[in-house]
């Protein structure tokens, strides 16, 4: 994977350990997506959430990813 390719969605450094435990008692719904100790991609939800929901989430996320980093692409013209 290039560099060029991540977009921060925070500034700084952040483990997963840190970002789950900063999640607790925040989040009523909850999706992780990640790349497990085997390099495999792992998706889970909440159990309160339908398929449904996960991909709109999941949508939605996209979507702002994709905005963030086109917004960041204006200055290239």
Do not use: C, P
Not at 63 to 76: G, I
């Amino acid at each position: 994977m290039s560099d060029d390719n991540i977009i921060e969605l925070f500034e700084g450094e952040l483990d997963a350990d840190t970002l789950l435990d900063r999640a607790k008692e925040v989040y009523t719904h909850v999706v992780t997506v990640g790349w497990d100790g085997e390099s495999k991609l792992n998706l889970r939800a909440t159990s309160n959430l339908r398929n449904e929901d996960v991909v709109f989430i999941l949508e939605l996320a996209k979507n702002m990813v994709l905005s963030q980093s086109m917004a960041e692409d204006d200055d290239y013209e």
